[in-house]
């Protein structure tokens, strides 16, 4: 069992404190994460891109390898739909990721039928290489489905792809003590969840048997906005308000790439 899947047995509740470029990596590092993994939507921003299937795979793919270049612990990437409708190409791509050392990806529905998302498993395990594959299903996230019916329509959808061989279910905006335990007994998936309003605290999800929670893109949404404060400040002024004076000493950021 490769050590990032081993995070997944359900001992303890893994806790994903999503990261968006290798210096963001880096530090989560360093304050005792046992896994990093991206945010698409973070990775994107930072790229000048938006999110949604709108950057380049190669872009992705240099932010990954980057990312793994600083890091010691394991990385999942979260693929967005692997840049292609094509499975060949999504296991291609996925190809040059696990040759960068990253140990999981996170490979997402969307608005796509189920079966192509299971087609593009399907071809990346048929690689016979080793990867933690995350299906993620945006059942809840885009309403795919009207209430009452979502968890049948998760369940159904993780069958599938379970079958082809995925390894871990996500499913961002689920927040429902009901609907999370129904998820975990009726997939026999590692369950990942998205933090998200409403959503039971990290014990309670431990308990319901939730194996892996995510923080999302809020920390760089939360970054951007102290950004556009201090930088209003600063272009305004000439300085950049009192967070200045919470500021990471430059030698101890310089400390964490030597």
């Known amino acids: 069992m490769s050590d990032f899947k081993q995070l997944h047995d359900g001992s303890k509740l893994l806790h994903l404190a999503n990261a968006w470029d290798a210096g963001s990596a880096r530090l989560i590092e360093s304050l005792g994460a046992p896994a990093i993994a991206t945010t698409s939507a973070g990775v994107a921003w930072a790229q000048g891109y938006a999110d949604g299937d709108h950057m380049p ?14 890091i010691k612990v394991p990385l999942s990437v979260d693929f967005e739909n692997g840049y292609s409708a094509d499975p060949r190409q999504v296991a291609r791509n996925v190809l040059r990721l696990i040759e960068a050392g990253v140990a ?76 999370i335990s129904a998820v975990v007994a009726g997939t026999g998936l590692p369950l990942n969840v998205l933090d998200w309003p409403g959503l039971p605290s990290a014990d309670e999800l431990h308990r319901l048997g939730v194996a892996r929670l995510s923080a999302g893109s809020g920390i760089p949404q939360a970054l951007m906005a102290l950004t556009a404060g201090m930088a209003r400040d600063f272009l305004a002024s000439g300085n950049g308000g009192p967070l200045l004076a919470q500021a990471m000493p430059y030698g101890e950021l310089q400390a964490l790439f030597l």
Do not use: C, H, Q, W
């Open 57 to 70: 795979a190669d872009v992705a793919i240099a932010v990954a390898t980057n990312i793994a270049r600083v």
């Open 104 to 179: 999981g990806i996170n490979l997402e529905d969307g608005n796509d039928a189920p079966s192509l998302l299971a087609e593009k498993i399907a071809a990346i395990k048929g690689m016979g290489r080793d990867i933690f594959i995350n299906a993620r299903t945006d059942v809840y996230l885009k309403g795919l489905a009207p209430e009452g019916e979502r968890v049948a329509e998760v369940l159904r959808r993780a069958a599938l792809y379970k079958a082809a061989g995925a390894d871990g279910l996500f499913v961002p905006g689920v927040t429902r003590e009901d609907e």
